[in-house]
Structure formats: structure tokens, C-alpha cells
């Protein structure tokens, strides 16, 4: 049984009415395809940034380990996020495109899924662990990485139905 709304807003759906964590019951729920875009930022220093590119840090190819880190994490969200459903991804997608400006690294994942529960969990840890990946192979020439702004862009299908982020 799930908690009840009330004056202040909806209820939260993975806690019961005894405040116990559970993991929500989809079964009742028709599969449809569903769709979530994620997005983060490695921001990091110029010098940073022009090793990544020119391809010469000395753990490899960060932003091919990165993408492919990002799609292994999306296959294993619920085995990270403990209310997670497991689901059969149809497909996943890393673009992680350097940007002078920051400087640094924006990662976007985009995650897709016929299914009975949504996919927003498994673009925002794609995101999460492709930025952590950055982190990894460049800490050694600099400790000062910041990852910020992970958050959802977008997502469709669904009872809830879309949802895109207001441009900040």
C-alpha cells in the first residue's frame, strides 16, 4: 500500500506507510517505451583538457574509457541503487563532447527502454560514473576535477509522461 499524498504535495513512492524503504510494484503496469537524457559536467583546467583531447593522458583514451564506463554503469543500475527495477535496455548512448569554455568535459547519456518503469535512474548513473571515469584517468596531473550539474534533462513515455528541464 502506498503513503498517501497530502496538502503539501505527492507522497514519495519507495517508502511505505510505515516510512519503510520498498521497491514500487510495476507488474500491474503496460510496458511502454520510455526515454531519459542525463547530463553532467567535468570541469577541469585548460592543460587538463588539451591532454584529454590531444589523446596523451597516460591511462589512455579517457573519453572512450569514459563512454564505455557510462554504458556498462546504465546495465548495472540496480545492482548500485538498491529500489531499482532491473530492466533490459534496448539501448545506450554516451556523447561526451569537450568544451574550452568551462573548460572541461559535458557528458550526456541517453538511455532507452520498453518497460514498465522509466529510465531516468539509468541515465543519471551512466552520467555519474562516465564523469568519475574522467575523474580517474586525469587526477593523477590534477586533483582539482570538479564534476557539477548532474541532473535530468529530459524524459518521455510513461504515466507521468514528458518531462523536459527548464533551460537555465
Known sequence: MAPK???AGPALTHVDLKG???MVDVSGKPPTARIAVAEG???MTRETLKLIVSG??????VLGTAR??????????????PLCHPLALSKVTLEITPDKKLPGCVVQATVKVKGPTGVEMEALTAVSVACLTIYDMVKAVERG?????IHL???KGGKSGHYRREPR
Open 56 to 61: 596523451n593522458a597516460k591511462k589512455g583514451d
Open 20 to 22: 519503510e524503504a520498498r
Open 41 to 43: 559536467r567535468v570541469v
Open 153 to 155: 534533462v529530459e524524459k
Open 68 to 81: 564505455v564506463a557510462g554504458i556498462m554503469a546504465a546495465k548495472r543500475t540496480s545492482d548500485l541503487i
Open 145 to 149: 576535477v570538479r564534476i557539477e550539474g
Open 5 to 7: 499524498a497530502d496538502k
